[in-house]
């Protein structure tokens, strides 16, 4: 347990310097332990040490380690979701951060609405605009919010990117601040959008997403790793 509780308190007194240097607090911030691949034995003993937030890339992987996790977790769903896996995450997580269509935001609605809650979830905009990356580009993001806005089974709280992977992390800077500003440009534009959250920032960029607006990150390596 020693190596991930000490890489754990690593990347929180990262995550707070970074929230610092922008003048940040460092408690609207949160770290999402990012637990793919990984088994409920470790889950658990960073549960232990005061994680108790986790994201997962697979439906499937989801399902199966809801079924046998302990305790009260807050699990989000951070990977591209298929709509025919919509009815093993709706109602299971927090927060989708990956919704990229207008019929994934409808069945994601369809489920929403057969369990009586109301789903929060993310816009995945491909800000980068490459094609291995899922999410919607600028244009796409605007006429998915109004979608969304209409469907009352769906809360949209806000955006979510991934930077390329870069060896310098400074060149997803770019990337992080433009996400930003089109989250203010969608709230400037409809009164009624109210998106107030940011998912962006990987281990390799995270810091640096911090500094550029980020409100949750996504951190596996960096955590996990030995």
């Known amino acids: 347990m020693g190596d991930m509780q000490k890489n754990l308190e690593e990347v929180k007194e990262r995550i707070a310097a970074a929230a610092k240097r922008a003048g940040r607090d460092p408690a609207d911030i949160k770290l999402v332990a990012v637990s793919k691949g990984r088994d409920l034995g470790r889950i658990m003993e960073l549960a232990r040490v005061g994680q108790s937030v986790f994201g997962e890339n697979r439906a499937q992987e989801l399902r199966d380690k809801l079924q046998g996790i302990e305790g009260e977790l807050e699990w989000h769903f951070i990977g591209h979701l298929q709509r025919n896996k919509v009815n093993m995450v709706v109602g299971e ?40 990356k899922y999410g919607v580009d600028e244009k796409g993001a605007v006429r998915l919010l109004q979608t969304a806005l209409s469907l009352p089974g769906l809360k949209v709280r806000g955006l979510m990117t991934m930077a390329p992977f870069m060896e310098d992390k400074e060149g997803a800077r770019p990337y992080f601040v433009r996400l930003r500003e089109l989250r203010d440009e969608l709230n400037a534009a409809d009164s009624e959008a109210g998106l107030d959250l940011l998912s962006m920032g990987m281990t390799q960029d995270f810091e640096v997403a911090v500094e550029e607006g980020a409100n949750i990150v996504r951190i596996g390596t960096a955590i996990f790793s030995a």
């Open 93 to 132: 997580v927090a927060l989708i951060h990956s919704m990229d269509s207008e019929r994934l935001a409808q069945a994601i609605e369809h489920r929403a609405l057969a369990l009586g809650i109301r789903q929060e979830v993310l816009i995945q905009v491909n800000v980068s605009r490459e094609e291995s």
